[in-house]
């Protein structure tokens, strides 16, 4: 197994969501990527995006601004 | 095969769209239903199609795109799942019956319904609209062009009636979507139904609606998501919650190449370019001794169809001699539009219905007029 590492996760209601907020991410530079949402925070399946923890604030600054709605933010040894 | 059956579905698709069905249908895995490539794949490929569909009709965010498998299934979603017994619902004798057979159904269910009236040009009296609007009005559905005249309605006027009576506005735009401009916010739309098929250039298969933030629609369909497994409904968010079930995602990705080729192609050349074809059309078989032309042609934009009769022949026999001595397709019968052939007095006799495309060239207007002149001997 990969050594694990501190990650903000975001987890989304949506598919639609996920992918908006991967792409937002990707168009503002953010460091992350897409997972399956882990079990620790969401039993109900579906994508969540996860980052870096260094990336907290830029995360949570786009969510903020693009108004995509999530279901949760998780930091998260992953 | 000279094609003039563009209102049913346009023939040939760009090149472009069929290679991104081909290419989905080697590379997509299921939407929503992994993280592995081919599933992210799938999910990208469609949100984008949703960026483009909600760009495409002025709607708030792609979130708000549902996507279907055809209009006919989001008219019965929004119809559906918006009016409930007791409401009352106006509605025009323009329509199609994938607006009327859900409307037939809600009446069933308690609702009443109001059709305004078409004259024999195909017209509505737009009077007529406020005139229909009672306390238990709940909305207001129509088509923005006749499949039957290519009559259209002015969806700016109507929806301003609708939000000034606080009416729910359910807009079908199949006959027109991709050729005119249509614009949710400035006609005051609140859900627009849409195929993919027609005018948008699309695969079959792929439709869906576009809904105002804040519009609520009780879902027709329940089942799979991808996500919130355990919630024993259907998730209220949007679009999951009109979306239960695998997408077309192989037409979605076809249906986005689409709305590529008509953003590059640029709708006004391509609206132009059918406009002049269809006067063509219409001047040159209007002159035929006999012929008898349909709906209104004398208004400054319509879509490009030709319907007409020569004299009492049964629109099926003058269609399939159309085919089968000349080679030109074409529409026959009532066009799943029984309140507008009932209107235009044809409800017996049908029509034979031309409809052009973009790729439809002055040579096969004129083919078709000559050919229509020597039946018609």
């Known amino acids: 197994m990969r050594e694990k590492q501190e990650r903000i996760v975001i ?9 908006a907020m991967e792409k937002a991410a990707r168009l503002h530079g953010i ?41 949760g933010a998780h930091e998260l040894w992953l | 095969m000279y094609y003039f059956d563009h209102a049913a579905t346009s023939y040939p698709k760009p090149a472009k769209v069929t290679e991104a069905v081909c290419l989905a249908m080697n590379t997509m895995g ?10 992210l794949k799938a999910s990208r490929i469609i949100f984008e199609a949703r960026e483009k569909t909600a760009a495409f009709f002025g709607c708030e965010k792609p979130q708000n795109v549902a996507f279907t498998c055809n ?43 109001s059709f305004l009236q078409a004259d024999s040009m195909g017209n509505i009296c ?71 098929h027609k005018s948008l250039l699309g695969p079959q298969g792929t439709g869906g609606l576009c809904i105002r933030t804040g519009v609520e629609i009780r879902p027709l369909k329940y089942g799979g998501t991808g996500v919130q497994t355990f919630l024993h409904t259907q998730p209220q968010e949007m ?44 001047h040159g078989v209007s002159r035929i001794p006999g012929v008898k032309v349909y709906g209104d042609f004398s208004a400054g934009e319509r879509a490009a169809i030709v319907s ?37 007095g044809t409800a017996k006799q049908g029509a034979v219905r031309f409809s052009i495309g973009y790729n439809t060239t002055d040579q096969e207007v004129e083919y078709v007029i000559d050919s229509l002149r020597r039946i018609c001997q």
Do not use: W
């Open chain 1, 11 to 19: 987890t989304f209601y949506t598919t639609a969501d996920a992918m």
């Open chain 1, 31 to 71: 460091d992350g990527k897409s997972i399956s949402a882990p079990r620790a925070v969401s039993a109900d399946c579906g994508i969540a995006f996860s980052s870096p923890i260094s990336e907290k604030e830029n995360v949570m600054r786009l969510l903020s601004e693009s108004g995509i709605e999530i279901q």
């Open chain 2, 30 to 39: 299921n939407s929503g239903r992994a993280v592995h490539e081919g599933s």
């Open chain 2, 71 to 113: 209009a006919t299934e989001g008219l019965n979603m929004a119809i559906q799942g918006s009016f409930s017994s007791g409401d009352h619902i106006i509605s025009t004798d323009l329509e199609h019956n994938s607006v009327l057979r859900p409307l037939y159904e809600r009446q069933e269910k308690g609702c009443t319904v």
């Open chain 2, 126 to 196: 737009y009077d007529d609209l406020e005139a229909n609007i009672r306390p238990q009005t709940k909305g207001i559905v129509c088509t923005h062009a006749s499949n039957v005249t290519g009559n259209l309605l002015d969806l700016k006027r109507i929806g301003a009636v609708a939000r000034k009576h606080h009416l729910l506005f359910v807009a079908d735009v199949s006959q027109t979507a991709g050729v005119f401009p249509i614009d949710m916010k400035e006609m005051g739309i609140d859900i627009l139904c849409f195929t993919g």
């Open chain 2, 239 to 282: 679009p999951t919650r009109l979306e239960a079930g695998t997408l077309n995602g192989h037409g979605i990705a076809g249906l986005s190449a689409a709305l590529d080729y008509l953003n590059e192609t640029g709708i006004g050349n391509i609206r132009e370019h059918e406009e002049r074809l269809m006067k063509k059309l219409y």
């Open chain 2, 308 to 344: 007409l009769n020569y004299r009492d022949v049964p629109s099926t026999e003058l269609a399939d001699e159309l085919m089968e001595g000349y080679g030109i397709a074409t529409r026959s019968g009532a066009h799943c539009a029984p309140r507008m052939h009932e209107a235009l």
